[in-house]
Nanobody
């Protein structure tokens, strides 16, 4: 199994920055794609960014391109989401996700962390 522990959420003013961290544990982490998702009240959960443990492949939702950066520290088994130029529309619960590359129906989720951007 994979366990995901998130940290870094909070309240920030529009235009500010925030960094989320996801500490992952498990014996086969390299077989998972890591991602950040978010869900606002009354909205569907949507992908924000994804990254793999090896190589340089990343993905960003159009709404965050140029503002957010996903990164990893393999030695710490940790994935980060650096969020800049934050907007009120970014307000949501942010979730860390690990999805099996081979068995895509296998997913693990963090507990979620609230990000609130004030105007």
């Amino acid at each position: 199994q994979v366990q995901l522990v998130e940290s870094g959420g909070g309240l920030v003013q529009a235009g500010g920055s925030l960094r989320l961290s996801c500490a992952a544990s498990g014996r086969t982490l390299s077989t998972y794609v890591m991602g950040w998702f978010r869900q606002a009240p009354g909205k569907e959960r949507t992908v924000v960014a994804t990254i793999r443990w090896s190589g340089g492949s990343t993905y960003y939702a159009d709404s965050v391109k140029g503002r957010f950066t996903i990164s990893r520290d393999n030695a710490k088994n940790t994935v980060y989401l650096q969020m800049g130029s934050l907007k009120p529309e970014d307000t949501a619960v942010y979730y860390c996700n690990a999805r099996s590359i081979v068995y895509t129906e296998i997913n693990y989720w963090g507990q979620g962390t609230q990000v609130t951007v004030s105007s």
